[in-house]
């Protein structure tokens, strides 16, 4: 590990370090809507050092500690990847809890206060702006502004390595081409993409033919619904958005997504729910007042639907 007298690459847009346990705390607690954070020596020797490159859509950061820091953290409005090359770590701690492996990404719990602990580490981490990601995703999947992954299931080796390799690539773009370039801009969303093969997307695949030219005005329809899905909607008022006639919108969603369009509605809710009650702090908020706001009154078969659909009862959810 280096000291933290290392010169700050050339282009930082953050650089911080120091030898003493209230500036690490003043330092870092801030990056990451930091709180009840402690910080103490783990020998006579005391050091952290944290450095970031890149702009506000990505950026690829170092963190090193000589020390122990433990404390809750959120992250808002972004999507973070990291991996220690070094050191002792836990992410979640107490809950869905991670202890991290030396060059295994580990994803941040998105948009939900967790707690983590370090001990004298090494540490790699990609911030990756949440709309990037979501704009990237809808290459893929039928973006409803939701974001999740699934964290229970390791990477695979094939997919860290694709995922490294991305990262790299990005920041020899940024080095050579600069924040301007469209080098840097398309390494950005290749690292987005290989993001995918981390974790699995909690979001359904577009089906065979969606971008089709055919399919314009299914997709007219769905943008709509997403965009207005906190909103009292019927098939009529969708039917219009997207200029068709109510049978026509029924015929065109049950062809291409097997379902009706109120049906398609009423999993988006569902999603939206979910993350909102992955948002909450325990105590902030009730399942039912978070229900409410996406259309569901009827909390039994509220629960009922919830639980099928993500295998777990809402207020187990909340507890998160």
């Known amino acids: ?184 801009h398309e390494a950005q969303r290749d690292v987005a993409r290989s993001l995918f093969g981390l974790y699995r997307f909690q979001g359904e695949a577009q089906p065979d033919g969606y971008g089709e030219r055919r399919n314009a005005r299914l997709r007219a329809a769905v943008e709509f619904l997403h965009e207005h899905a906190g909103e009292p909607l019927s098939v009529s008022d969708i039917a219009r958005a997207a200029d068709l006639s109510v049978r026509a919108l029924q015929e065109s969603f049950q062809r291409t997504l097997d379902r009706t369009p109120m049906n398609y509605l009423r999993e988006v809710r569902l999603r939206h729910v979910r993350a909102d009650l992955l948002a909450a702090e325990p105590g902030s908020a009730s399942v039912a007042e978070i229900a409410s706001r996406w259309g569901f009154s009827h909390m039994g078969r509220f629960s009922g639907e919830y639980l099928n659909r993500f295998g777990e009862y809402p207020r187990q959810t909340l507890r998160h």
């Open 1 to 184: 590990m280096t000291t933290p007298e290392s010169p700050a690459p050339t282009g930082a847009i953050v650089a911080v370090s120091g030898t003493d346990t209230g500036g690490a705390i003043q330092d870092l607690a801030g990056m990451y809507a930091g709180r009840s954070w402690y910080s103490s020596p783990i020998d006579r020797t005391y050091w952290y050092k944290y450095v970031g490159v890149g702009d506000d859509r990505m950026s690829i950061r170092r963190s090193q500690m000589h020390g122990h820091l433990r404390g809750d953290v959120a992250v808002e409005g972004e999507v973070v990847v990291q991996w220690i090359d070094a050191g002792r770590a836990r992410v979640d701690v107490g809950r869905d809890e991670v202890r991290m492996q030396p060059g295994v990404p580990t994803l941040f719990p998105i948009e939900q206060r967790f707690e983590m602990e370090y001990e004298d580490w090494d540490q790699r981490l990609v911030h990756l702006r949440r709309d990037l990601v979501l704009d990237v995703a809808a290459e893929q999947f039928l973006v409803d502004g939701t974001l999740a992954f699934d964290r229970s299931t390791p990477p695979t080796a094939a997919a860290v390595e694709f995922w490294r390799g991305s990262v790299a690539a990005a920041v020899r773009a940024l080095r050579t081409e600069g924040s301007s370039s469209l080098a840097w």
